[in-house]
């Protein structure tokens, strides 16, 4: 009987947990008819444009589970607080083209007086508790209350370490538009958002941001979900296309055919913002390993690579700073320009070569 109670005051506790706001809600309605019409949309969720496993080691989940327990020698992380920079992003002139780095996937994008912030993670974590995935000392630079007005949220996906609920209900009366995959409009109107500042589009479809801005989304090899049910919304990556600037801007994904794809319909890129990080063979087909994060720059035919998605947490069983140092091996192996600023640093995107300081390499 004790047993049995205590299966039932577990059960009870979890069914609490997960009706937190910060779970987000599955689409229906108008929103769901939407995303069956999604050619991308088969049998009840969204699909990779080929085949995509979410595990590819030989024993899967238990594999994984099992490294995860164990292995924890080769998850190192900083031994002390990293280097960073701060600026204020509020006395920025509008006319300047420049991006700020955040850590892992966000970053703050200036380009043609409108400014845009692409999967703003600034909780301190990244996962639905905080003690699980917290950030490294020093990678928590910048808070809501940093983050000036702005024009355009782009939200690749509804994973914790892309969409984080504190910060995104923080920033809410600061965000003027949001541009995001089919059906994550859910999540964020259950969030208080009002229906009129969301827009979601299917991969290849344009929003047209003025008379010389275009914002295209395009395909991304990964999956989506915050709880159990995978795959109910759509994750994506963007084309930024203004007058001056053409920037990829790339969500989580597996490397695939689509990099070449893109780069041949939208290309050439002045900078391609790409995944390296928090990578495993286990889970290859859903995030690139570093050289091909650069083979994916390539195909892009991107003229500098940004690699980004390391950094700030520990979600894989690398070194903290082996994306970076096994991506960079390979860009000067095949030529590839790459440029690494520290988190909070300001960079111009107007003279991109000069941001190679390998800052990580003082960390102690």
């Known amino acids: 009987m004790t047993f049995l109670f205590g299966i039932i005051l577990f059960v009870s506790a979890a069914a609490v947990i997960v009706r937190q706001a910060k779970f987000g809600k599955l689409p229906a309605g108008e929103r769901l008819k939407r995303m ?38 080769r998850r190192s992380k900083p031994s002390s607080s990293i280097p960073s920079a701060k600026i204020d992003l ?23 007086g409108k400014r845009f912030l692409v999967d703003p993670v600034l909780s301190g974590h990244a996962s639905p508790f905080p003690f699980t995935t917290p950030s490294h000392p020093g990678s ?13 949220l782009l939200l690749t996906h509804d994973h914790w370490d892309h969409l984080d609920y504190e910060a995104i209900t923080a920033l809410q009366p600061k965000i003027g538009t949001i ?44 999956f989506s979900g915050r709880l159990f049910k995978r795959n109910q919304v759509l994750w994506t990556s963007f084309v930024l296309q203004s007058a001056n600037k053409k920037i990829f801007i790339g969500g989580d994904s597996g490397y695939d055919a689509q990099f070449k794809m893109i780069g041949d319909q939208y290309g050439p890129f002045d900078l391609v913002i790409l995944e390296c990080g928090q990578y495993n063979e286990r889970w290859s087909a859903i995030h690139m390993m570093p050289e091909q994060t650069v083979r994916a720059a390539a195909d892009l035919r991107g003229a500098v690579l940004f690699p980004v998605h390391w950094g700030k947490f520990i979600l894989s069983l690398h070194a903290w700073d082996e994306p970076i140092n096994r991506a960079l ?7 590839v320009p790459v440029i690494h600023p520290m988190i909070g640093e300001q960079v111009q995107l107007n003279n991109l070569r000069r941001y190679n300081n390998r800052w990580w390499t003082t960390v102690k």
Do not use: C
């Open 140 to 152: 928590d630079r910048y808070t809501p209350d940093d983050i000036p007005a702005i024009d355009y």
């Open 179 to 222: 541009v995001t995959g089919l059906g994550n409009g859910e999540h964020l109107e259950h969030w208080g958002f009002s229906k009129e500042k969301i827009i979601e589009k299917d991969w290849n479809e344009s929003v047209q941001l003025d008379l010389s801005t275009t914002l295209t989304l395009t395909p991304a090899r990964h």
């Open 36 to 73: 069956k019409n999604s050619p991308n949309y088969r049998n009840g969720a969204f699909r990779n444009l080929n085949h995509t496993p979410l595990m590819t080691g030989k024993n899967g989940y238990f594999s994984a589970a099992k490294a995860f327990l164990f292995e924890k020698s």
């Open 90 to 112: 509020h006395s920025l002139r509008r006319n300047d083209d420049v991006l700020v780095w955040f850590g892992h996937s966000s970053y703050f994008l200036q380009v043609d």
């Open 329 to 335: 091996q390979e860009a000067e192996r095949t030529s």
